[in-house]
């Protein structure tokens, strides 16, 4: 385990599952500056570890994110409203480089990330799930863009965010400019949650998929989440040009030839990365 200040960082090796649980529980994983970091930190550390094919990000006690520390904003726990808005506002600006560098890391991480959301994410909480891959929640999963409710623009990427996993420029506009939460069942409803299961059965449902997962191709699921979300930029032409370099490298990959032997022989797959 690495040691981290509000970050868990857990590797199951044999199952080639990591898992980066975000630890402040008190704040409901409310996200400060060290945090971010950490969390990025934790990411690319699974990202670049040949052991790992697949990460989930959790958070612990009841929430899984409850967006950004409001220690961090306007306010300030002594009432005095010192915070972001009594600094200088480029300063401010540069600040968004940890929120940039942990929601791209995560976008970025070659491997699939689950997210396991376990209770409320909102605000950039809400960001960071969306970031995420996969999503599995429980009926406790709940979802709001918080910011317009204390007067703020979703500064952790949320309007590019929203709408490509909502599915729908409107349902994403009302989010924004509501506040309104997002149920489960709607989340479900709307694809945004990819499994919606009993709250006892999370983590085991979870990590079944992620071990699914990490039991499959790595290159060929490594090269899919790399165009799924290139192809979100491209044109069909450049998108078909790509998809074509993406299958000649599976094509002559070792991993290839062991996936065809393993369905002739009716056994499961033994994948080495190669």
Request: include cysteine; hydrophobic fraction near 40%; charge should be negative.
């Amino acid at each position: 385990m690495t040691d981290y200040e509000f970050v868990l960082y857990d590797c199951d090796s044999d199952a080639g599952v990591a898992r980066v649980t975000l630890n402040r529980p008190d704040r409901l994983n409310a996200l400060n500056d060290q945090m971010q970091i950490e969390i990025a930190d934790a990411v690319a550390k699974a990202d670049s570890d040949p052991n790992v094919r697949v990460v989930v990000i959790t958070g612990a006690g009841r929430a899984f994110c409850a967006g950004g520390d409001l220690n961090n904003l306007g306010g300030s726990d002594d009432g005095s409203g010192e915070g972001w808005t009594s600094g200088n506002a480029d300063e401010v600006r540069r600040s968004f480089r940890l929120a940039q560098e942990m929601i791209l890391g995560v976008q970025r991480c070659e491997k699939p990330v689950i997210a396991m959301v376990n209770g409320v994410a909102t605000g950039a909480g809400l960001d960071l799930a969306c970031a995420c891959d996969i999503r599995i929640g429980t009926p406790r999963s709940r979802f709001m863009s918080a910011y317009v409710r204390i007067g703020l623009f979703p500064g952790f990427g949320g309007t590019w965010l929203y709408p490509r996993t909502l599915g729908s420029l409107g349902r994403a506009a009302e989010m924004l400019f509501t506040g309104d939460f997002l149920e489960a069942e709607e989340a479900y409803r709307l694809g945004f949650l990819n499994r919606l299961v009993p709250e006892d059965e999370l983590e085991a449902t979870t990590m079944a998929m992620a071990e699914r997962i990490a039991a499959g191709p790595p290159i060929a699921i490594r090269l899919s989440k790399l165009m799924l979300y290139k192809g979100l930029e491209f044109d069909r032409e450049p998108a078909m040009k790509m998809a074509a370099a993406g299958e000649t490298i599976t094509l002559t990959s070792r991993d290839h030839i062991e996936g065809v032997a393993a369905f002739r022989e009716k056994r499961d797959a033994q994948y080495q990365d190669h």
